[in-house]
């Protein structure tokens, strides 16, 4: 049994209930938005937001009706963002496969990505409770606040971990956090378990987003070219790191005009090869082992047992996932 299908082990048959709801309400009779929604649920990937809104329901109540709907309206609003952030990254590339604006065009793909944010709201509404509607609410604020948060970004001269975690845990984290905090209230659970899953589920997002970065510097199987975060003019942890050091001041000038998008190829590749030697990937590595310690903590020996242990392997996937 691989990993993913233990992690999924207490939850499989809700979430055969969740895909099916989620290919359900992807379905339309308007021709150009049924092509664009079937390919965004050809590359539905790995269900991790759903699974953690479902186990973190189950770890002290049942999962109904409403905790599928709020599970739908997550991944939902995910998409939508995902669609959105493509446009404005110009990325012709999600994945691996061609994004909605390269499949169609930009004004398409940000009206495809408008559909999916209302069909969120929908769906956050019929989970039954205003308190879910609030959060997704303002965890579609939380997700754009951290796109312009990095967007103002480039025209900043200082370069600072702080800059960056403040962008991730808005951009990736808060998704996670939510994802978590959704699946307890909506099982009754105590507001301090509630506030302790939300905490398990931005470590969880901050280690995840980590883990994307380090696959910008080995792995194109994920879509994700060798430096393409700095084509694109984003500076992650690794580099961070490296050009914080003591010495590596030029390098820092390389960087701001990386995130200006004033590099040339070779700089990009100069820079790449400087973050690798200077031990910049190592160090992301042990943060994220610091962060898993963090969210280990919080899962807990309280509610089902079975839920805890597929929890801390969720973390572990996030940590070492290939994908």
Known sequence: ???????????????????????????????????????VLSRKGKLMRPILTLLAAKKYG???????????????????SLVHDDVVDESGVRRGQSSVNALLDNKAAVLV???????ALKHAAMAGDLRVVDLVARLGQTLSDGELQQLSNVKSDEISENQYFNVIRRKTASLFAVCAEVGALLSGASEDEIRRLGEFGTYVGICFQIRDDVFDYYDAEVGKPTGNDMKEGKLTLPVVHAVLQPGAETWHETALKVRAGRATEEEISALVDFTKQSGGIEYA?????????????????????????ALRLYLDFVLKRVS
């Open 1 to 39: 049994m691989d990993v993913l299908t233990q992690i999924r082990k207490p939850v499989e048959r809700e979430m055969k209930d969740f895909e099916s709801l989620f290919g359900i309400t992807l379905q339309h009779q308007n021709p150009l938005l049924m092509i664009a929604l079937r390919h």
């Open 62 to 80: 049942e999962i109904n009706d409403s905790v599928l709907h709020a599970a739908v309206s997550l991944e939902m609003l995910h998409t939508a």
């Open 113 to 119: 990505g408008d559909y999916l944010l209302s069909t």
């Open 285 to 309: 590595r042990r943060k994220m082992d610091e962060f898993r310690e963090q969210a280990i903590g919080l899962i807990g020996s309280d509610g089902n047992e079975a839920v805890g242990e």
